[in-house]
């Protein structure tokens, strides 16, 4: 379900930035945070649960903690 939210969000951010007015970019620019927003949310929470996308999150979770830009938040989660 979350996923299809997030597609959504990705169909009306092209949309609002291919108008090009000021207000596009504003809405484009909320479409994509909330994009971005539900899939970490997914992979924040999807981590915690057993969801058949649970193994898939593990992996992108741990790509992402590998960088040493991001060892405090690893640190973060490691204690959470």
Known sequence: MFLILAYFC????????GKGHT???RRAFVYAASGLAILAS????????S????SVC????????RRDSLS?????????
């Open 72 to 80: 405090g938040i690893r640190n973060i989660l490691a204690h959470s």
């Open 23 to 25: 207000e596009a970019n």
């Open 10 to 17: 990705y169909v009306f951010y092209g949309r609002a930035r």
């Open 42 to 49: 997914m992979l924040t929470y999807g981590n915690r649960l």
């Open 58 to 65: 593990d992996s992108s979770l741990s790509l992402l903690l």
């Open 51 to 54: 969801f058949p996308w649970s």
